[in-house]
């Protein structure tokens, strides 16, 4: 807890360990661009797939080359992919100089995200098992979220144990963790 609480409130302004770091500070322009992307895409894909009135508009928004690079969000998230890996792949070739990679230093990271992820993934996972059902109504209320409830309260271990994306299809429990 407390070296989360010192991530937190780490200056930026002090200097980084490495001057490799600063070289890639432009990543950070095409961060802001493509998590913009991803919103409006998700905010307008929530009204395409639910009720609407003039559906021959969403089907002409396809051929519009405009409205492609915003329908198409799994390659903002591809993009979003791409630069994990080369970050991590760049960090760690920048710190194999000084602290050589061994397999303990890798099962203790993993194990180490799983102890940060896990108790949020389980308080999620409790609430949308327990109360999601009943925080609303609606005509697709109950065909989406109380499905989605009976689900995870059937696989939850899947969520537990990070291997839900190997669920059958049709099982949809949290679909925004995938």
Not at 83 to 107: E, H, Q
Request: net charge positive; with cysteine.
């Amino acid at each position: 807890m407390k070296r989360n609480w010192e991530i937190l409130t780490y200056d930026r302004s002090k200097p980084r360990s490495d001057d490799r770091m600063k070289d890639l500070t432009c990543i950070e322009g095409i961060r802001f661009i493509g998590i913009q992307c991803v919103i409006f895409s998700h905010v307008l894909l929530i009204y395409i797939y639910s009720y609407t009135d003039n559906p021959q508009f969403v089907e002409k928004m396809y051929d519009q080359f405009g409205w492609q690079a915003v329908l198409n969000s799994p390659l903002w998230l591809q993009a979003f992919f791409s630069m994990s890996g080369f970050l991590t792949t760049y960090a760690t070739v920048i710190t194999v100089d000084k602290n050589p990679i061994t397999v303990f230093k890798c099962l203790m990271s993993l194990i180490n995200r799983f102890i940060r992820l896990t108790p949020v993934a389980g308080v999620a996972l409790w609430f949308t098992v327990s109360c999601y059902r009943m925080m609303g109504s609606g005509p697709q209320w109950s065909w989406l979220v109380t499905r989605e409830s009976h689900d995870c309260s059937e696989r939850w271990w899947y969520h537990i144990l990070y291997v839900h994306n190997h669920l059958p299809m049709g099982k949809f429990c949290m679909g925004h963790t995938w």
